[in-house]
């Protein structure tokens, strides 16, 4: 049996979240109207932020926000003061990136993302010789209506370590609503 989905009427858009409405016709021509929310028929969630000028003198030995502070794009407006905040339950993926420069050889940089103000995912990078590192932190989790996500950095080096801009980032995607 082949279905097709027809056109929504404009005036069904954009309906609240209880109140979506598709049309599914069968080959016969004989309508069903199937009620989904707004979540599933408007599936794709996500934000991508990232640090716009690179940030001088960061903190040594101090796990420390990132404060992104620019935007690739944000699909439903869900990043605001510098943490993204899951619209709906459901299956994201997560992205963070620490990228460190002017480090010091044999020291250790972190990116730390956390949920709900506690580590969630965690990288580590060992500097073998003077320069940059960049040091990625990814997952996919489960993150109900309002839980949060933020991006961390950490490390050891008592120069004067950068953290270097558009190459510092949190993406933050949903995968399947729940």
């Known amino acids: 049996m082949t279905i097709k989905i027809s056109a929504l009427p404009e005036s069904t858009i954009p309906p609240a979240a209880t109140d979506v409405f598709a049309t599914v016709e069968n080959m016969g021509g004989a309508k069903v109207t199937k009620r989904k929310p707004w979540s599933v028929i408007n599936a794709f969630v996500g934000a991508r932020a990232y640090l716009s000028a690179t940030l001088g003198t960061t903190v040594s030995g101090a796990t420390t926000k990132v404060l992104l502070d620019a935007e690739s794009y944000d699909v439903g407006g869900n990043f605001a003061a510098y943490k993204f905040v899951a619209p709906v339950n459901g299956y994201y993926q997560i992205v963070g990136q620490v990228f460190f420069t002017g480090c010091a050889a044999d020291k250790a940089f972190y990116a730390i993302v956390n949920k709900n103000n506690a ?38 080096d008592a120069t004067t370590v950068d953290l270097f801009a558009g190459f510092t980032y949190l993406t933050v995607v949903l995968l399947k609503a729940a």
């Open 119 to 156: 580590a969630l995912a965690q990288s580590h990078s060992q500097t073998s010789a003077a320069g940059a590192t960049a040091v990625p932190a990814t997952d996919i989790v489960y993150l109900a209506a309002t839980d949060y996500i933020e991006l961390f950095y950490n490390h050891n």
